[in-house]
């Protein structure tokens, strides 16, 4: 059965009070396939991964100011860096995404699997009845 023809489904996350690591990989797992029966790792899968109320998202401990997001322009002196605490009230989609980047495999899958990646920042959202809850 080749990727085109199989008929994706579309699983709901809700974020408000999770914590960010454990969510992340509940995510990775559906958007990667390997929550179907028809698991093949060089395939990738169809399922799509809608998360709401990402503003709620949280880490434990004191990881909130603690942990800090890195990037660098690759230029001398162009490493910038934001904590998770400042990032969340930026772009709270973004955490989220970051996460989920994290937990899928460095392959050409995982490009393919962050575009049925929908986060939003609230419980709106535009899957209506298509959703499967979980």
């Known amino acids: 059965m080749s990727e085109k023809s199989k008929k994706p489904e ?19 797992a559906v958007l990667s396939g390997k929550k179907k029966v028809d698991y093949t790792p ?13 503003d709620k998202v949280r880490l434990s401990g004191a990881k909130a100011k603690k942990k800090i997001y890195w990037k660098h322009s690759g230029y001398p002196g162009g490493i910038k860096s934001i904590s998770f605490a400042d990032l969340v009230k930026k772009d709270s989609r973004k955490v989220i995404e970051l996460a989920v980047k994290g937990m899928l495999p460095k392959n050409k899958l995982s490009a393919r699997a962050l575009k049925r990646l929908r986060v939003y920042k609230d419980e709106k959202h535009d899957f209506g009845n298509r959703v499967v809850s979980k």
Not at 10 to 28: H, N
């Open 10 to 28: 579309y699983v709901i996350f809700d974020a408000q009070g999770k914590i960010l690591g454990r969510l992340a990989v509940e995510i990775a």
């Open 42 to 54: 060089n395939v990738g899968g169809s399922d799509w991964a809608i998360v709401i109320n990402a």
